[in-house]
T-cell receptor
């Protein structure tokens, strides 16, 4: 157990629908990062939050949004889902400063049918 | 988005063989990390490197921070079947907040 909790582990939904992925960071970590990993691909950075504020944005689609709440958990909202959005979505967390790298959760596997 | 180049993309090796992989960047980094991702799981940090020329081991794994600060290397000695997975490098530049991840090296070990 890495200490980063992601729910749900699996999600199957239809095209056009909206889903919310949840992440609880490791205790004491202020930064949360979201990554998308399509089949056999690398990790695509989506967005980073630090202590409730958006800090960095990657290749996140306009249909996707995220937020970090006062208790530091984060949610990634994916709307108007398309088949191509099927992927593993990872959340990672780190302490301020990012020294020592990120701790990843076990991911949410999203399948859009 | 920006990614680091890892080589090779994938490799099949026999159990007991040594493995080498590398990661290159067009930018200078002050930190290099190596992660391993088991199938269906999140990446797990293996080794962190903070100084040019640094050589760090974790069991059968050894990683090096290249002296140009634009590359890093990971070696696995005497591979075993559980070494199967995707190995990612990640680097961070001075003054930036986030790590850039490599494209991954997919390792398959033949028993």
């Amino acid at each position: 157990d890495s200490g980063v909790t992601q729910t749900p582990k699996h999600l199957i939904t239809a095209t056009g629908q909206r889903v919310t992925l949840r992440c609880s960071p490791r205790s004491g970590d202020l930064s949360v990062y979201w990554y998308q990993q399509s089949l056999d691909q690398g990790l695509q950075f989506l967005i980073q939050y630090y202590n409730g504020e958006e800090r960095a944005k990657g290749n996140i689609l306009e249909r996707f949004s995220a937020q970090q709440f006062p208790d530091l958990h984060s949610e990634l909202n994916l709307s108007s889902l398309e088949l191509g959005d099927s992927a593993l979505y990872f959340c990672a967390s780190s302490v301020a400063g990012e020294v020592g790298g990120y701790t990843f959760g076990s991911g949410t596997r999203l399948t859009v049918v | 988005g920006q990614q680091l180049n890892q080589s090779p993309q994938s490799m099949f090796i026999q159990e007991g063989e040594d493995v080498s992989m590398n990661c290159t960047s067009s930018s200078i980094f002050n930190t290099w990390l190596w992660y391993k991702q088991d199938p269906g799981e999140g990446p797990v940090l293996l080794i962190a490197l903070y100084k040019a020329g640094e050589l760090t081991s974790n069991g059968r794994l050894t990683a090096q921070f290249g002296i140009t600060r634009k590359d890093s290397f990971l070696n696995i000695s005497a591979s075993i079947p559980s070494d199967v997975g995707i190995y990612f490098c990640a680097g961070r530049s001075t003054g930036t907040y986030k790590y850039i991840f490599g494209t991954g090296t997919r390792l398959k070990v033949l028993a």
